[in-house]
């Protein structure tokens, strides 16, 4: 069983479209992350979501919008799509433990 | 602003070397300290995490921790080819994020 899934794996897309990327664990856990990885391989965190509710919303455009229904889900809408947010979006989450577990990402690609 | 640092390699052993790659980082009041390895187009997998000054071993892996000198390394002793991989140290960088380094890229040679 996948412990923390993504949908979908691989986005190209056109400048100015908007997309969504889906984030699912299976792990009970409580806290769900978003990290973006940059061509030069560096990880840093976007956004973090504790029971549903945002505790980190680091400096990131307002065209991202995380969305969290409930404790094992959590959505990032991008609107207005720029060539600078070719990246791959890791998609987390934890319980009690600091332990992250990472989804598979989604390799997002704007032409 | 908590900071990672590593080299970023590539680092390249012999096969049956022992690797050593090593992490610093700025906050001293840092308590938890992870190794997670990442190979090409995968995403990041847990491999170690250390919480105590001192040595934590797990199989060929040691991790290594100085508080003092603010100082985290990874030792792989009996390098692999399937090692070859980017090796990232991360550090709780508040609310439960990581912050991470930005990896040091290990070839391990047959």
């Known amino acids: 069983d996948t412990a923390v899934s993504q949908t979908p794996k691989y986005l190209v897309t056109q400048m100015g479209n908007d997309k969504s990327i889906k984030c699912e664990q299976n792990?009970?856990?409580?806290?769900m992350y978003w990290y973006k990885q940059d061509s030069k391989k560096f990880l840093k965190i976007m956004f973090s979501y504790n029971n549903k509710e945002l505790i980190i919303n680091e400096t990131v455009p307002n065209r991202f919008s995380p969305k969290s229904p409930d404790k094992a889900h959590l959505n990032l809408h991008i609107n207005s799509l720029e060539l600078g947010d070719s990246a791959v979006y890791f998609c987390?989450?934890?319980?009690?433990?600091?332990?992250?577990?990472f989804g598979p990402g989604t390799r997002l690609l704007v032409l | 602003q908590k900071e990672v640092e590593q080299n970023s390699g590539p680092l390249s052993v012999p096969e049956g070397a022992i690797a050593s790659l090593n992490c610093t980082y700025s906050?001293?009041?840092?308590?938890?300290f992870f190794w997670y390895r990442q190979y090409s187009g995968k995403s990041p997998e847990l491999i170690m995490s250390i919480y105590s000054n001192g040595d934590k071993e797990d199989g060929r892996f040691t991790a290594q921790l100085n508080k003092a000198s603010q100082y985290v390394s990874l030792l792989i002793r009996d390098s692999q080819p399937s090692d070859s991989a980017t090796y990232l140290c991360?550090?709780?960088?508040?609310?439960?994020?990581?912050?991470f380094g930005s990896g040091t890229r290990l070839q391990v040679q047959p």
């Open positions: 792990l009970g856990h409580d806290t």
């Open positions: 987390a989450s934890s319980g009690p433990q600091e332990t992250q577990y």
């Open positions: 991360a550090l709780p960088g508040g609310r439960r994020a990581l912050t």
């Open positions: 906050d001293r009041g840092s308590q938890s």
